[in-house]
């Protein structure tokens, strides 16, 4: 008996909300900061089993200033940055490859 994979897709209309805010001159300290509407949320596709399960997945509160907080922490007093290296690394791996997949309408594993 052979067992197949699940299929998975994760579908978002747009990017981060918190680019469009400062363009807007929103402040960070607004209390709707890094909000998206409930309209932007993305759609996660499975394939299970033969069976197709797509849902609306909440988009978590974004933050720019605790990332830069962190970098701030980590230079002046010496704690560990909020990003690795390794995780820079493979954030250019999973971008590579969905450009891949788009160009060859195929999944591409990692």
Known sequence: MCCMAPKVRFLKSRADVQE???????SPADANWGIESESEQGILHTEKDGKVIRECVPTEKGTYMDYYNGIYEAIRNKKQPPVTGEDGLNVIRIIEAAY???????????
């Open 20 to 26: 469009a805010a400062l363009q807007a001159l929103v």
């Open 100 to 110: 891949q997949s788009n160009a060859e309408k195929k999944i591409i594993n990692l």
